[in-house]
Each structure stands twice: as C-alpha cells, then as structure tokens.
C-alpha cells in the first residue's frame, strides 16, 4: 500500500506553490504499489502537468519536488521552470519543514526515460534510475556475503550485520527472523521488536513490506535505488542534505501526485487591518512621499530638525529574502525610475557580502534616513553576533566586509571607536520571503542565528519589524491589484503565523511586493513600500523617545 498524504501535509505543500490556493491531489504513481520503474512512472505521470514528488526516506524523513510543467520521457535534457521547488515534509536538523527555491530555473527538471522525478542538474534530487523493486538481481543476490563484508539486504550474523539475503550455518535468514541476541536492522524483528522491512509475526507491525492476515502487504523491498541529492540549482546547501539524508538514501516509496487548483480567491468584505490611510490611489502616494520626504527624528515631539541628522533602519534576513531589493523598490520611487543600485538576485549565497549604507537623494540633498544592509544569514555562512553588536552600536562603517569565522577588530580601518547617537540602528526590519511556510520560515541553522540576533536586540531595546517580501506570488489576483492584501484571509493567515514563529506581534508584519519583473515603476508597488518604511521610520522615532530629554536639553 502506497502511503498518503494528510491534509495537513496537502494545505502546507499548498501555500509553497506559487498563488498558494488550495489543491487538489491526485496519486499517479507509487513506487510501493508499482515498483522502482521509470517506465511505469512515466507511463502514469508524463504530460500531465504540474505533480508533487514525495520520496519516504528510510531513516523516517520526507522530502521532495514540486514541477510546475509535465514530466516527458526525454533522453537527459534540462527544461526550465521558474516556479520549482524541493522542499522538506519530517525529518532534518529539527523536524522542520521548508521549502528550497529554485535558483537556476533552466536546469529545474531533467527529463529522462530512465530516471524517475528528476530535479536539477546536480542532480538536486533524483529519486531513482530504472530499477523494479520486483527485480533487484543487480542489487543483491542469495549467495553473496562474507563474515566480514556488510552486504546491501537483508541478513547478519552474530557478528556482522549483512544486508542482504543469507544467512550461515550459525544464523536463521534474516528476511524472515533474527536471533536472540542479534538486531536485524533490514528486514526483521523478534517479538518484541518492530521489523522495519519484510515481516511481523502476531504481536510485531510490519512497517514496510509484508504484515501478516490482518494487514495488507505494502511494498517488496526498501533499498538504495541510485538516489542522488547533490546541491546545484536549488537554493539548498550541503549540509542541509546531509542533515535530511543523513547518509541514508533508501526509501520504502516514492509518490507522485497531479496538482490542480480547486478555489479562486476568496476575499473579505472588510479588511483584516484597518490602516490609518485613505482610499488607495495615487493621492495616497503622494500623501505618503510627501510625509517621508519632509520627515526628520522626532519631529512631533519638538526635536529640532538638526538634533539627529537621520535615523538608521537595518535589513536582516536570510538569503534571497529580497532585503537589497526593498532598497532598489524605495530608491526607484524617489527616482522615478527603475533603480538597482544594490546588488540584489537569486543565488544560494549572499549576494551582499559587507556592510552597506545606502541614501536617497532628493533635490540634491539625502533624506533624513539611511537604509543599512547586510549579509545575508544562510545555513553555511554564519555571521559573528560580536559583528552584528556592533552594527547595532554604531561601532561598524560603511562598506565593511564580513569574513567567515572572523570578526571586526577595534583597530580595523572600518570600526568607529566613538558613535554618536546617529550611528545607532533605530529600528530593524526582518525580512522573510513570504512564500516559505510561516511556521518555518528560515532553515533551522538560521532560525537559530535569528534567534540570538533578536535576544541581542531585545537587550539593547531596538524596535523589530517584519517585511514579508514577495506576497505577489501567492495569488493572481494579489499579483494584479496588491490593494487586495488586506482583505486576503490568506495573506492574514500568513501574517499571524510569521509572527508567531518570530516571537512578535502580528501588527509589527508588514506584507510587501519589490519591484521584480516591470519594466517601470507600479503605483500599487510604491504605496506599499512608501507605507512601509513610513512605519519602519516611526519604530526608529519610538527608540529615540528613549532619549528625549537628552534631545530637548541638546545633550547629543
């Protein structure tokens, strides 16, 4: 019997695939129920558009990939797909799940006769080449183990684990018993032990292949069928393989699943936040680009206009959250033209490797805030929290850049041994790729560096907010009018989750669209982006009341 996917496991693959509506699954191919078989697989899946791929690792974990375009029978070529992703259901590093983007879309898929799902050019994950679990012969025979070697089935002896099917004088076969005093960890167990592969008898669940008259036999075999995970086209590392996999590459099924929307998108009569803005129209852009450009710290509480020359927001996140775009997307406003003055794309790394400090002009003269960017955190790369207290304290200029395992030193050229209050970061903005499962947003190695880096801020009292970047891909119809966002139950859904997960209010979420794909700069885009830095602003205005009576008696 093939295994399932529960709903819960249905609505989370959901949300990952590009317009997050609800969909409906349709089974195609079990390689339980049909066999290890690239054939068999092509013949129940090609060409019927986009399918789900879920591999049922041995050592319990589940992972896969979703094909937004048809699998075909090919000869080996790469076709693109932009809206591809790997992911991971259980298992990992935490039990975590999480979503791996796609980075290099033109080697998305391989298409291949004699390959089952096959996802990037690594290959990032193939599920298996042709082999029929009914017909293994070249993976193990009857005959083949010594006292010393481990074989790759079902059998060990007093001394030796062998996994493969034979057994000396001195051992029972192992696919159908073990000893006393021997744990076969292949295909069975005693009484008291649950068989993992081939075999229970009346008080043991078989949890594979064969139970006894009460239960239905499920599989043949769970062995290593020339599975492969080599990072290349997907935004996943290394280390994140190896903390799924763990070395183990044999599965007891691989399941594909058709994927069809069911539901257009449902809306709310009355939004799900009320925004202390008026109709959503060009008026209201210039209201708020008006209200920035005339800002400085403090204004409304009698602070003059040069006591603090500008505040400092600070953007942190993970890898490819899109923190340089948001600097692009508000720099182009100001413009009035496409802007990409920080570096900003996909890539499994940081694009942004140092400290940036970034201005808008405006007639010749900044506006009285300065966006700060920095790198990227991600799983293989971490940045030293000494450097991160540092950038909190005014300590590190611009242009700084981060080294692995290293941190700055005080008599580097980059370290300001004395900051001004202007120095500071007033508030940061942690921003998040929307389309990640909220209640796993980052990777768990850098859910925990975002952990410490929130402890470190909670300390020294700096404002936190959430830009949940990247909100136009969950729907079409939020992709053409982003004046929707706030009637979506499904953008509220999102928000209240990634609060959670980040240990914030849902108020502090801030749902946003960067400038992507146009050509030119989107009304609906700049109100957006304008509302939100307007509220990253007054989070900086709110640490600097921290220090008002120091302001109103021009002690700084």
């Not at 070529?77 to 932009?82: A, H, I, L, P």
């Not at 006591?307 to 340089?324: A, D, E, F, H």
């Not at 611009?398 to 370290?415: G, H, Q």
Request: glycine share 6%; charged share 30%; hydrophobic share 30%.
């Amino acid at each position: 019997m093939s295994k399932q996917l529960s709903e819960q496991e249905k609505d989370k693959i959901s949300k990952w695939i590009k317009g997050g509506k609800k969909k409906n699954y349709t089974q195609l191919y079990s390689a339980a129920s049909s066999g290890f078989n690239s054939s068999r697989f092509h013949g129940n899946c090609d060409n019927k558009g986009p399918t789900v791929t879920l591999v049922y690792n041995r050592n319990g974990s589940v992972y896969g990939g979703y094909a937004s375009v048809s699998w075909m029978s090919g000869s080996g070529e790469s076709v693109y797909d932009g809206d591809a992703f790997l992911f991971l259901l259980t298992g990992g590093f935490k039990n975590n799940s999480c979503k791996f983007t796609i980075k290099i879309p033109e080697f998305a898929l391989t298409m291949n006769k004699d390959y089952g799902p096959s996802f990037g050019k690594g290959p990032d994950l193939l599920t298996f080449e042709d082999k029929d679990t009914e017909d293994c012969t070249d993976d193990f025979t009857e005959d083949d183990t010594d006292d010393d070697t481990e074989d790759t089935a079902t059998h060990t002896d007093d001394d030796t684990e062998d996994t493969a099917t034979h057994t000396d004088d001195d051992t029972e076969d192992t696919a159908t018993h073990t000893d006393d005093d021997t744990e076969d960890t292949a295909t069975h167990t005693d009484d008291d032990t649950e068989d993992t592969a081939t075999h229970t008898d009346d008080d043991t669940e078989d949890t594979a292949t064969h139970t006894d008259d009460n239960t239905e036999d499920t599989a043949t075999h769970s062995f290593n069928h020339n599975s492969v995970m080599i990072p290349h086209s997907y935004n996943i590392s290394e280390q994140t393989v190896e903390d799924i996999i763990g070395g183990e590459f044999g599965a007891v099924d691989v399941v594909v699943y058709a994927v069809e929307d069911v539901a257009e998108d449902m809306f709310l009569t009355t939004p799900w936040r009320e925004m202390d803005l008026p109709t959503w129209d060009s008026k209201l852009q210039e209201l708020l680009k008006r209200d920035i450009e005339e800002y400085w710290p403090l204004r409304e509480m009698g602070v003059a206009e040069n006591t603090i020359p500008y505040v400092n927001v600070l953007l942190l996140g993970p890898v490819g959250s899109g923190k340089s775009s948001f600097f692009n997307t508000l720099n182009s406003i100001f413009r009035g033209r496409l802007s990409i003055q920080a570096r900003a794309g996909s890539s499994d790394s940081s694009l942004t490797k140092s400290f940036n400090v970034y201005s808008i002009i405006l007639n010749q003269r900044p506006l009285r805030f300065r966006i700060c960017d920095c790198r990227g955190f991600e799983d293989a790369h971490e940045i030293d929290q000494y450097d991160i207290e540092a950038i909190l304290d005014g300590n590190i200029k611009d242009n700084y850049t981060f080294a692995d395992k290293s941190r700055i030193r005080k008599e580097s050229p980059f370290y300001r041994q004395d900051p001004k209050m202007h120095d500071r970061i007033h508030s940061v903005a942690i921003v998040v790729d929307g389309n990640n499962d909220p209640d796993y947003p980052m990777t768990d190695r850098v859910q925990e560096q975002m952990k410490k880096t929130q402890e470190l801020m909670n300390q020294k009292g700096v404002p936190q907010l959430i830009l949940m970047n990247k909100i136009d891909c969950l729907s079409e119809t939020i992709r053409h009018n982003l004046s929707c966002i706030f009637h979506s139950p499904d953008i509220k859904d999102r928000v209240e989750k990634l609060a959670h997960s980040l240990r914030l209010p849902s108020y502090t979420v801030l749902p946003m669209k960067n400038i992507n794909s146009e050509q030119r700069i989107n009304e609906n885009v700049n109100i957006l982006a304008l509302y939100n830095l307007r509220q990253m602003l007054r989070a900086a205005d709110d640490y600097l009341l921290n220090y008002l009576d120091e302001f109103l008696g021009d002690k700084l």
